[in-house]
């Protein structure tokens, strides 16, 4: 997809007039390493080739609308009421956002009404909009030590409708949804309802996903929590390979159908031997297969160490039977199994019957609270969110794009899947690493 500059501008609900809260400390800010002004922009490239090829001047190269404080706000602070929704799988760090926000409206905007609501977007319907609750300090006080989310989450549809209902009925003026692809679509959805009703009510994303799956960003939180966790399982399973004889060391982790927590697991100890993930397949059979290649590491090193992304190899397991989650994620084959039931069959029939290993820590990656980085991240973000609700900024998310905080269009972080790139230099770091082969078989 190439981006133009005007693909890259975010809705906004109209002229901002009252004055900020930050007006005076803004007074005198101006672009620098470490700040860009209200007015400015960030580039979208970051190569002088690239930024070459584009053949445009400055002004007309793609960039992205700065986030952070304005000047000038849309809604009148004192009369405004907003709602917060936390959808999809957990991710550590939910809490931090949320008591960001909280801790920024209430400390900065004075604003009238905060609203959690339950349980995800089921929490909009009518079923369930009389569970919502009102957020104060005293609510969020500590909750970011703590992992998930005290709003709770949902996968699975609902009704546009009913959701912009309710957000009629509490009278909010501004709707933050921290979810992933799924729940921005979601935001998306209400949206258009809410365009269709010709309401003054703005819709502002924090991206969040362990995956890492979205694109236009530079990490989704909680990714490098998750990551850090999975590392843990990683050096267990190679001190247990290193104490026996032919030891086989497994390690299957969450991402869907993302590589990013094997590729960042695997590097953060250095300890995998072999890493196998969504976006480069691989052949088990035959001299350059990795079974072959298992065989001869652990005839020459007594032991392996395998970490396997859940969504690798997914075209080497039974396809019949497919299904998917309430949100129409398809539900994936369990590879880790698969290939711990091939690899001792194979070492066995090779004369080098192993002790293997296994673990999948799956949701023990999820669901813890948020580590230093991801809290610092969070927070952040919540302030940046904040910000541009206020500022009338609408069907927008707000991501660190190159280190820097900025709007993007929400239908931007829909508009394909992140992914490892087998020519990337993640990928490549992961090969020098390992030692392993650009494919095995492939
Ligand atoms: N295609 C879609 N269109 C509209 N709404 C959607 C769509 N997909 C998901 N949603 C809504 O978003 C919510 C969350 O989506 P999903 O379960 O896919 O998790 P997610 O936001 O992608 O997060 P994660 O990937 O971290 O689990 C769902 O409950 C659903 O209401
Ligand atoms: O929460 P569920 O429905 O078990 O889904 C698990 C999925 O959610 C995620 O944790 C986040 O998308 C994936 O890594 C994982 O495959
Ligand atoms: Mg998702």
Request: with cysteine.
């Amino acid at each position: 997809m190439t981006l133009e500059l005007d693909d890259l501008r975010v809705r906004t609900l109209g002229e901002c007039r009252y004055d900020s809260p930050f007006a005076e400390m803004l007074a005198t800010k101006k672009t620098s390493p470490h700040y860009v002004h209200e007015d400015d922009r960030v580039l979208v490239d970051d190569t002088v080739s690239v930024l070459l090829g584009r053949g445009a001047p400055i002004e007309r190269l793609p960039s992205l609308e700065a986030a952070g404080p304005r000047r000038k706000v849309y809604f009148d602070p004192a009369a405004t009421s907003v709602g917060i929704v936390t959808c999809g799988g957990l991710c550590p760090g939910l809490n931090d956002v949320i008591r960001g926000i909280v801790q920024e409206l209430t400390e900065h905007y004075h604003v009238a009404h905060i609203y959690g609501f339950r349980n995800g977007y089921a929490g909009l319907t009518r079923q369930h909009r009389e569970r919502v609750v009102e957020l104060d300090l005293h609510a969020v006080r500590d909750i970011n030590n703590d992992g998930g989310t005290i709003l709770g989450s949902s996968r699975g549809d609902q009704d546009a409708e009913e959701m912009v209902d309710t957000l009629v009925e509490l009278g909010i003026d501004v709707l933050f949804v921290i979810g992933g692809d799924g729940s921005m679509r979601g935001a998306m959805k209400i949206t258009k309802e809410i365009d269709a009703r010709g309401l003054d009510v703005a819709v502002v994303g924090v991206p969040k996903t362990i995956d890492n799956d979205l694109p236009y960003t530079d990490q989704s939180f909680g990714f490098q929590t998750a990551f850090a966790q999975a590392t843990e399982f990683i050096a267990s399973v190679f001190v247990e390979s290193q104490a026996a004889e032919n030891g086989v060391g497994i390690v299957k982790l969450m991402g869907r159908h993302s590589g990013f927590i094997a590729c960042y697991a695997a590097l953060s100890n250095n300890d995998a031997d072999v890493v196998l993930i969504p976006e480069v397949p691989f052949v088990l059979d035959g001299p350059d297969g990795l079974l072959a290649r298992v065989e001869e590491h652990v005839r020459r090193h007594g032991q392996v160490v395998v970490v396997v992304a859940e969504g690798a190899g997914q075209e080497l397991l039974e396809q019949e039977g497919r299904t998917t989650d309430a949100s129409g994620n398809a539900k994936l084959g369990d590879i880790g199994l698969f290939l711990k039931e091939k690899l001792t069959e194979h070492l066995t029939e090779a004369g080098l019957p192993p002790t293997v290993r296994y673990l999948d820590p799956s949701y023990a990656i999820r669901s813890v609270a948020a580590n230093a980085y991801d809290s610092v991240y969070c927070v952040r973000l919540a302030h940046a969110a904040v910000h541009a609700g206020m500022a009338g900024r609408t069907d927008t998310v707000v991501v660190r794009w190159r280190r820097r905080f900025v709007h993007i269009p929400m239908r931007l972080i829909t508009s394909h899947r992140n992914q490892v790139d087998p020519d990337g230099d993640l990928w490549m770091s992961v090969l020098e690493a390992t030692g392993q082969p650009a494919s095995f078989g492939g």
